[in-house]
């Protein structure tokens, strides 16, 4: 990745052991695949030591799926879906990837994160940022939830925000600490 760029524009590809909504594609074994290499409307490749992967549809909404390296373009593919315990994940967005190749693709992915934990999951990175620069408690209470939510004195000490903002910070060392995998699994 090109770190001149935002986070937003960076194309990021992760592993297929770590995030199951990665279409995994192989050379067609069956005779009954009508789709190559060189067909995907791929609009951002990049080789990797474990194969080429390539992010089909539009920033918002695409699919990726990684090849097996060294397949020729003209090949016929077909996915590999793993009989595991994500593998209703790994079909959905197996849909996804192949309705985006039959037309505009939907606007959202197999376990994308709701609106609701989107939000929850910036205050809990903005917790960690706070607890790392040093900010007590009830300053990052005030910097997430303002300074006129937060009680003065000692009322804080059993307010529900001193419990929320504790929850926010511990949950956020756990995600900095490689529990944002979890963000991957269903």
């Given at each position: 990745?090109?770190?001149?760029?935002?986070?937003?524009?960076?194309?990021?590809?992760?592993?297929p052991?770590?995030?199951?909504?990665?279409?995994q594609?192989?050379?067609?074994?069956?005779?009954?695949?009508?789709?190559?290499?060189?067909?995907?409307?791929?609009?951002?490749?990049?080789?990797?030591?474990?194969?080429?992967?390539?992010?089909?549809?539009?920033?918002?909404?695409?699919?990726?799926?990684?090849?097996?390296?060294?397949?020729?373009?003209?090949?016929?593919?077909?996915?590999?879906?793993?009989?595991?315990?994500?593998?209703?994940?790994?079909?959905?967005?197996?849909?996804?990837?192949?309705?985006?190749?039959?037309?505009?693709?939907?606007?959202?992915?197999?376990?994308?994160?709701?609106?609701?934990?989107?939000?929850?999951?910036?205050?809990?990175?903005?917790?960690?940022?706070?607890?790392?620069?040093?900010?007590?408690?009830?300053?990052?209470?005030?910097?997430?939830?303002?300074?006129?939510?937060?009680?003065?004195?000692?009322?804080?000490?059993?307010?529900h925000?001193?419990?929320?903002?504790a929850?926010?910070?511990?949950?956020?060392?756990?995600?900095?600490?490689?529990?944002?995998?979890?963000?991957?699994?269903?």
């Amino acid at each position: 990745m090109d770190p001149r760029q935002a986070a937003g524009e960076a194309e990021v590809y992760w592993l297929p052991s770590l995030d199951p909504r990665i279409v995994q594609l192989v050379g067609d074994t069956t005779g009954l695949a009508t789709t190559t290499a060189s067909s995907l409307p791929a609009r951002h490749v990049r080789r990797g030591d474990d194969g080429a992967y390539a992010k089909v549809g539009p920033p918002t909404g695409s699919s990726t799926a990684v090849s097996c390296d060294g397949l020729p373009p003209d090949v016929l593919l077909m996915a590999l879906v793993p009989l595991d315990a994500s593998a209703p994940t790994r079909l959905e967005a197996l849909g996804h990837f192949w309705r985006g190749l039959a037309g505009p693709p939907s606007s959202t992915l197999p376990g994308d994160i709701s609106p609701a934990r989107r939000a929850r999951l910036s205050l809990t990175l903005r917790a960690v940022d706070g607890r790392h620069a040093r900010a007590t408690r009830r300053e990052i209470a005030e910097a997430l939830f303002g300074p006129e939510a937060v009680p003065d004195g000692v009322a804080f000490d059993d307010h529900h925000l001193r419990s929320r903002t504790a929850r926010l910070i511990r949950d956020g060392l756990a995600m900095v600490a490689g529990g944002y995998r979890k963000l991957l699994k269903p």
